[in-house]
């Protein structure tokens, strides 16, 4: 028994990887491929566009006719148009896993009210080391407590558009969580000048930006005499696709709701 699935973005470099991952995956199987309008790579064929053997499957614009409910779909694509396949995903009831990042303030409230009512896993990143990553930095900040300093730290490659990575905010987001701060209040985006003293409650977070580097995250929690660092280096997107399957597979099996990878992972 194979699960059918939906590449949105399918031409990208995420979509390209996930459509060799599916196609390699035996308990996956690929039905669909999608592109924005009047891309160049529309009616071609998804394996051939990714570098594989050719699927069979043609890429298309019109993601709604391929929507239905059975096969799950793999979403990487940017934040409008992800936020639209998820309104046709709950209209369709079609399982869907969202990777797509760069969400504003009124998106992410649409996103919210929406996600739960479909089958859905939404996660900045995919990657099973950084829901693991994700779950070390909340046991740390809650252990640590206030004399410890959390500051995080991002860098991915200079043609990624937004900034600080979604990945990034959710860890600061947990840390605050976990230690009682208050995010995004208690962020600073960066310092330049003179700032004065750090403030106890401060949750830095900074942004750099160059070459192809794929993705790197680290949480500093620095204290008086020693300093804790946890650090998660993708060394390609194969990592961001193979977590996005592992997701849609566990998904297929799940009632309505919103889901986190640690969901997917059985973590605590």
């Known amino acids: 028994m194979t699960t059918p699935m939906i590449v949105c973005g399918a031409a ?3 979509g390209r990887a ?6 390699g995956t035996p308990s996956a199987r690929l039905v669909g491929a999608v592109e924005v309008p009047n891309h160049p790579a529309l009616g071609q064929d998804a ?10 499957v043609m890429i298309t614009a019109d993601f709604a006719a391929l929507a239905a409910a059975g096969a799950v779909v793999l979403d990487f694509t940017a934040a409008t148009a992800a936020l639209e396949h998820l309104r046709i995903a709950v209209d369709r009831q079609t399982p869907i896993v969202i990777g797509a990042t760069g969400f504003t303030a009124a998106q992410q409230v649409e996103l919210s009210a929406l996600a739960p009512r479909t089958r859905s896993v939404v ?6 080391g950084i829901a693991v990553l994700q779950r ?3 046991a740390a900040a809650a252990a640590l407590g206030d004399d410890f300093d ?6 991915h490659h200079k043609l990624k558009i937004d ?5 990034a905010l959710a860890l600061a987001r947990t840390v605050a969580e976990a230690s009682g701060r208050t995010f995004p209040a208690d962020a600073v985006f960066g310092r330049e000048g003179l700032i004065g003293q750090r403030k106890r409650t401060e949750i830095g977070v900074l942004a750099l930006r160059g070459g192809d580097v794929v993705g790197d995250h680290t949480v500093v929690f620095a204290g008086l005499g020693e300093r804790l660092e946890l650090t998660h280096r993708a060394q390609s ?4 696709a193979r977590g996005a399957v592992r997701a849609a597979l566990w998904l297929v099996e799940q009632p309505v709701g919103r889901y986190e990878m640690a969901d997917v992972l059985g973590l605590p």
Request: include cysteine; charge should be neutral; glycine fraction near 12%.
């Open 150 to 155: 959390p500051e995080i730290v991002e860098l």
């Open 18 to 23: 996930l459509v060799s991952l599916v196609l």
């Open 47 to 56: 394996g051939t566009v990714a570098g594989a053997a050719p699927a069979g």
């Open 237 to 240: 997107r194969e990592c961001l």
């Open 136 to 138: 070390l930095a909340r």
């Open 163 to 167: 900034a600080p990575s979604g990945t």
């Open 12 to 14: 990208g470099r995420m």
């Open 123 to 128: 996660a900045a990143n995919m990657s099973v």
